[in-house]
């Protein structure tokens, strides 16, 4: 199966789940952008904090519409402007470069 976020264009990723299920999604534009960045953090993910960016929380929306397992952890922080932001962390195995004939069968 595959997935487009905005279109045919972009940059093909392959989705695995925990049972070991696959399909390929085409990313493009900033939520390419915050798909990078959460494949680059791993394990720890990543904060608006450390790697700002004007709309996480409309690009994990978009991301978790395509079928990307993200988990949003909730973590408090402090001055001078203190509050609760989102760790984001990727639950599902995402390798980039798939191409379009694999999605496509």
Same mark, same amino acid.
């Given at each position: 199966? @595959?997935?487009?976020?905005?279109?045919?264009?972009?940059?093909?990723? $392959? *989705?695995? +789940?925990?049972?070991?299920? $696959?399909? /390929?999604?085409?990313? &493009?534009?900033?939520?390419r952008?915050? @798909? +990078?960045? *959460?494949?680059?953090?791993?394990?720890?993910? /990543?904060t608006?904090? +450390?790697?700002?960016?004007?709309?996480w929380?409309?690009? /994990?929306?978009? *991301?978790?519409? @395509?079928?990307?397992?993200i &988990? $949003? @952890?909730?973590?408090?922080?402090?001055?001078?402007? !203190?509050?609760?932001?989102?760790?984001?962390? *990727?639950?599902?195995? /995402? +390798?980039?470069?798939?191409n379009?004939?694999? !999605?496509?069968?």
């Amino acid at each position: 199966m @595959l997935c487009h976020a905005s279109g045919p264009s972009g940059h093909y990723y $392959t *989705l695995t +789940d925990p049972s070991g299920s $696959t399909h /390929v999604i085409a990313v &493009e534009g900033p939520n390419r952008w915050a @798909l +990078d960045w *959460l494949i680059a953090a791993g394990p720890s993910g /990543v904060t608006p904090i +450390d790697q700002p960016g004007p709309c996480w929380g409309a690009y /994990v929306y978009n *991301l978790r519409r @395509l079928g990307v397992a993200i &988990e $949003t @952890l909730h973590e408090r922080h402090g001055p001078p402007f !203190g509050g609760r932001h989102g760790r984001y962390v *990727l639950r599902c195995r /995402v +390798d980039a470069g798939a191409n379009r004939a694999r !999605g496509a069968a």
